[in-house]
């Protein structure tokens, strides 16, 4: 007989499970921005500890307000602390993700990346970026472009495929 | 890397020193700088030559908006007063504000907002590097995460400054004149005053003098890329900011900036 069966949910993974507010295919977990989690039964409280991409990330916010509710859901409180320290990089984001973050068509980071590229490697009139390769998340190309530094997230640049001339945006490289 | 096993670390770990009123002068500065050059760069959007310009500049405000952020929370949580951070933001007075007179002045054209974008992401860079060994932990922490964000500020001017400056004969011509703009204000950022001179001196601060021949040299590379001349010494140099008193703009700025909050008290949405 089939019944409606009562999945006890683990709220920690139903938390780690909570989707990046502006790359959804992305989890909270995956990309390194949740820090620490641990559950507090005697007290009914799950404490978190969130860190940002960048000081000025709006989906901070976001984020803090949903773990909140998932951790409601459960019966439970929240307690989420915001720390800086140590800084967020795009190290810490995981295969998975990166993969993820590909077939959604935003280039993941490169690891060896350390910021933007010295101004004295910029080639004048054109061939900027000798930093690194970024490969395109369409057609795979290594033939790409820095269109712009900043994209549409403070987390993101502007790149543009210079074989199936599609424009993309590429996770900069945080180190 | 930093060790990410190291998960536990929260604001003020490792004992911020007692917060007295220069270090919390020192920090208000630095997060006033941010905001009102934040405020000026928000200006651009809709204005920007180019539609990934209006990106990249909001992209760089956000930044140091959320640069401020931190900073206030912070002062507001170690200066007794308990203040949040849009108290410090919208309900400070223009004499309360301890921002430079580069960050508030108007925006020019876009070969200007590069001009000062470039000496004060220089002057940033070299900051939060020196902060990134700071005495204050909280404030270390902020340092060490604005560094990597005004390494891409630095970058984007240095680019337009060379497109522009090795540009045509216009644009060079611009460029120049934009950099004879900025030159009265470049002083000021690398001048000690009382409340850096004792944050320095407890550790937690670092002397604008000691930041100003990483910056300048910064700047001179770029400005050799771009065959551009270093602008003659200006005949007069923008001071006072640090104390409290600004230039003419910085009224109009804040009555813009704070209209809302103090129109609305509590305004949320």
Redesign the interface.
């Known amino acids: 007989m089939v019944t409606a069966t009562i999945v006890s949910v683990d709220v920690l993974s139903a938390v780690r499970a909570i989707p990046d507010p502006e790359i959804p295919v992305v989890t909270i977990q995956s990309l390194?921005i949740l820090?620490?989690l641990s559950l507090d039964s005697d007290a009914g409280e799950v404490h978190a500890?969130i860190t940002?991409t960048?000081?000025?990330?709006?989906a901070m916010q976001a984020i803090e307000d949903a773990i909140a509710r998932v951790c409601r859901a459960h019966g439970l409180r929240a307690v989420v602390?915001t720390?800086?320290?140590?800084?967020?990089?795009t190290?810490?984001i995981d295969d998975d993700a990166r993969e993820a973050l590909r077939r959604f068509g935003i280039a993941p980071p490169g690891r060896s990346g350390s910021?933007?590229?010295?101004?004295?490697l910029?080639a004048?009139g054109g061939g900027?970026d000798a930093r690194h390769t970024v490969a395109c998340p369409r057609c795979g190309s290594e033939r790409t472009s820095v269109?712009?530094?900043?994209?549409?997230t403070?987390c993101k640049a502007?790149r543009r495929c210079d074989d199936c001339g599609d424009p993309f945006d590429e996770f900069?490289a945080?180190? | 890397?930093?060790?990410?096993t190291?998960?536990?670390?929260?604001?003020a770990?490792g004992g911020a020193p007692a917060a007295g009123a220069a270090h919390t002068a020192y920090l208000l500065g630095l997060g006033d700088d941010a905001l009102i050059y934040s405020h000026r760069l928000s200006e651009w959007l809709t204005w920007a030559p180019m539609l990934?310009?209006d990106?990249?500049l909001?992209?760089?405000s956000?930044?140091?908006?959320?640069?401020a952020?931190?900073i206030y929370t912070y002062v507001g949580s170690i200066d007794g007063t308990d203040r949040g951070e849009d108290d410090l933001a919208y309900w400070r007075d223009e004499r309360d504000f301890r921002n430079v007179h580069l960050v508030e002045q108007r925006r020019g054209d876009f070969g200007q907002e590069m001009a000062r974008m470039l000496w004060f992401a220089a002057y940033h860079r070299a900051l939060y590097a020196a902060l990134s060994g700071s005495a204050d932990?909280?404030l270390?922490?902020?340092a060490?995460?604005?560094l990597?964000?005004v390494?891409?500020h630095?970058?984007?001017a240095?680019?337009w400054v060379?497109r522009l400056g090795?540009g045509t004969e216009e644009s060079k011509a611009r460029m120049q004149e934009a950099l004879a703009w900025v030159a009265p204000y470049v002083a000021e950022l690398f001048t000690d005053d009382a409340a850096s001179v004792a944050a320095a001196d407890a550790g937690v601060g670092v002397l604008p003098s000691s930041l100003q021949a990483d910056a300048s040299a910064a700047v001179a590379?770029?400005l050799r890329?771009a065959t551009l001349e270093a602008p003659a010494d200006s005949r007069w140099h923008a001071r006072g900011g640090r104390e409290g008193v600004h230039s003419e703009p910085m009224g109009y700025l804040l009555a813009e900036m704070q209209h809302l909050p103090r129109s609305h008290p509590g305004a949320t949405w």
């Open positions: 390194g820090r620490s500890v940002p960048y000081s000025g990330c709006p602390t720390s800086l320290s140590p800084a967020w990089t190290d810490w910021g933007p590229v010295p101004v004295t910029m004048r900027d269109l712009s530094h900043f994209g549409s403070a502007l900069k945080l180190s | 890397m930093s060790s990410d190291d998960t536990s670390v929260t604001p770990d990934e310009e990106m990249a909001a992209n760089i956000l930044d140091l908006i959320g640069q952020r931190s932990a909280q270390r922490a902020i060490v995460k604005a990597k964000e390494r891409y630095f970058d984007h240095a680019q060379v090795d590379e770029v890329e």
